[in-house]
């Protein structure tokens, strides 16, 4: 177990906490390897702290350099799970990758040329430059970007109940890839000679 604070007040580890950046960055400054906590809350349900705590712990342990960051979807400092919750950061790691993702600068990127020809005034959305690129974008999967009236006609669904249908879609829709027949064939025999023994 890492060192962590302690709430006096409740006497509960939190597994959500600023000063939990004390160690990973005594950690950093003697050259140590650290595994860290994030992606957790101690919220005790799917809700707007659990997803604050998932993003801000995420971010900072992602920004100091942590080695490990673990126990994503955990809820109630530790004591329960879930899988909306573990979605939502799954969202939250993925925009964290796009943040912090290389920017290429070169002339297509620049795009000088585009900018040249259509001007400050001009309409860029149906350039061929634009239809080359918008894909690479970040877009979100579950986080909410519609207006308020294509929200409501939608369902009007909260993060947590969006998170909870995408769990729910994985677990009736995933088809897992088979192994290997090598490696089902290699699984087997150490399985039979555990049993054996």
Known sequence: MSPGPLDMRTAVTPYCDPEQGIMQSMAKFYGLPMF???GASDS???DQQAAADAALSLFFETLIGSDLIHDLGYL???LTYSLAQLAICDEIVDWIKAFRKDVAVNEETLALDVIAEVGPKGNYLDTDHTHRHY?????PDLFERSSYDSWIAGGGKTLAERAAEKVDRILFEHKPEPLPGKTR???KDIAENANIR
Not at 135 to 139: G, K, N, S, V
């Open 36 to 38: 860290s906590l994030g």
């Open 135 to 139: 894909r690479e974008r970040w877009y």
């Open 44 to 46: 005790k349900i799917v």
């Open 76 to 78: 109630e400092s530790g």
């Open 185 to 187: 064939e290699k699984l």
